[in-house]
């Protein structure tokens, strides 16, 4: 996807007028709805077939549950942002879909201009939460990496050399903040902090964002 190409979306939901009316919406505001589904299980095979850059995922759905999708499509394709749209605020849910992979978590009383918003960030990787969410997120990524977690893969000793940049972009990703205030805050562009970050990502051999997060905090890179 460059630039210039409009986001490709697929949206997943139960409820066939919900689901309808979203990807009306998306599609009259320029984006490029590729598929939709009604169950996990079509899901899964639409959206390995139509690739999309988003995937607007409802939660509770027949035939298989929208977290096991998240997970098989992410495992699938690393690079699928996938956007929760739930009428559910429950921590719980919120939780096990940012484990599962999502880069964001809206709820469904969200204006049409909010998801339209949420999107366009999730497409270039921006987190986007639900405002009151996204702390409770952060807060779980401190809870982890105060676990015990597996050794970084093995490979040359000693960790992966980052520039001083991509040191201080991954300060403030485990901040929280958004690409888009990270660039405002270094006076960069936001497809520069884009760039750092996958730059980051593949010399630590990370995946996504929820394990850069838990590897800054297990370093202590969200201290002041």
């Avoid at 995937?55 to 996938?82: M, S, T, Y």
């Avoid at 992979?101 to 709820?107: F, I, K, P």
């Avoid at 970084?152 to 485990?174: C, H, I």
Wanted: hydrophobic share 45%.
């Amino acid at each position: 996807m460059t630039e210039q190409d409009p986001i490709k979306v697929m949206v997943v939901d139960d409820h066939p007028m919900w689901r309808d009316a979203v990807a009306r919406d998306l599609a009259e505001s320029g984006l490029r709805v590729v598929a939709t589904a009604g169950d996990g299980e079509q899901a899964v095979r639409r959206a390995k077939a139509a690739a999309p850059d988003v995937l607007v995922l409802d939660l509770n759905l027949p035939a298989k549950p929208g977290v096991q999708v998240c997970k098989e499509l992410i495992a699938h394709d690393p690079a699928l942002r996938v956007l929760v749209l739930s009428a559910s605020g429950e921590h719980a849910d919120v939780l096990e879909a940012v484990k599962s992979g999502a880069t964001g978590y809206l709820l469904k009383s969200a204006s049409t201009a909010e998801l339209l918003d949420a999107v366009r960030r999730t497409a270039v990787g921006d987190p986007v939460f639900t405002p009151g969410l996204a702390g409770l997120v952060l807060g779980e990524y401190r809870r982890l990496a105060a676990e015990p977690a597996p050794a970084p893969e093995a490979g040359a000793p000693g960790a992966p050399r980052l520039t001083d940049r991509e040191t201080e972009v991954l300060r403030l990703v485990a901040k929280g903040l958004s690409y888009k205030q990270i660039a405002e805050r270094l006076v960069i562009s936001h497809r520069t902090v884009q760039n750092h970050v996958q730059n980051t990502l593949g010399k630590l051999q990370l995946h996504n964002r929820v394990e850069l997060v838990r590897y800054a905090i297990e370093r202590g890179l969200d201290d002041d």
